[in-house]
């Protein structure tokens, strides 16, 4: 696609539910990233994939957080349980290769799900 | 490790007038990229600029410019003839050449321009 594609825009759940968070990069980006926005706080990293490479899982803060890349393209990031402190807008970015890319250009940011747990 | 702070949360400038935003890092590598990103209320992370660690000439993108200290690990963002448009929160940022191009960013500074 033209830009990354984040759905759904907003999401409000109930404590304990499990929720999934969609991510749909720019076609060819092999890069893909995860990102956690809190108010009022800067952008905490989550966990990065690389093609075909075993993801980089260092930033999720618990075993309630996973993600997976399906086919190279579209990504799920799945909170399960969640608490009220999961509230936060979740910014998926891709970039073309990772590296030279990320280098030169930054990288191309969604606009976000905004995840409310009450 | 790699770390990058942003010891101002909110500013606030008049239409037309300059203001600037402040960044520390810390990294004990000398090749990195250092970035500023805005968030407009949409979201939608925009790049402002990008200064590389090796290059010692200052950034420019038009109304926007960097003072890039290196020894100091600074890293400030001009914004001159400010616009409304400008409104925003704005977020320092860095890689490491040496990384897989992991962002790590600042805590953010919220914008306002005030006409």
């Known amino acids: 696609g033209a830009g990354v594609s984040q759905s759904p825009s907003n999401k409000v759940t109930e404590k304990g539910k499990d929720v999934e968070l969609r991510c749909d990069p720019i076609s060819g980006h092999t890069a893909l990233y995860w990102y956690r926005q809190s108010l009022g706080q800067g952008l905490e990293f989550l966990i990065y994939f690389q093609g075909n490479s075993a993801p980089d899982k260092s930033g999720l803060p618990s075993d309630r957080f996973s993600a997976e890349r399906t086919g190279g393209s579209v990504s799920t990031l799945t909170i399960q349980r969640t608490q009220q402190e999961d509230s936060a807008v979740y910014l998926c970015?891709?970039?073309?290769?990772?590296?030279?890319?990320?280098?030169?250009?930054?990288?191309?940011f969604g606009s976000g799900t905004r995840l409310t747990v009450v | 490790a790699q770390t990058v702070t942003q010891s101002q949360p909110e500013m606030s400038v008049q239409e037309a007038e300059t203001v600037t935003l402040s960044c520390t890092y810390d990294t004990s590598e000398s090749d990195y990229y250092l970035f500023w990103y805005k968030q407009p209320p949409s979201r939608q992370m925009i790049l402002v600029i990008r200064q590389e660690a090796y290059k010692q000439q200052n950034a420019t993108e038009n109304r926007f410019s960097v003072n890039f200290q290196k020894a100091a690990k600074s890293f400030s963002l001009k914004i001159s003839d400010s616009q409304l448009g400008d409104a925003a929160m704005y977020f320092c940022a860095s890689i490491l050449s040496s990384n897989t191009g992991k962002l790590i960013f600042g805590q953010g500074t919220t914008l306002q321009v005030k006409p």
């Open positions: 970015a891709s970039s073309l290769d990772g590296r030279q890319t990320s280098f030169n250009y930054g990288y191309t």
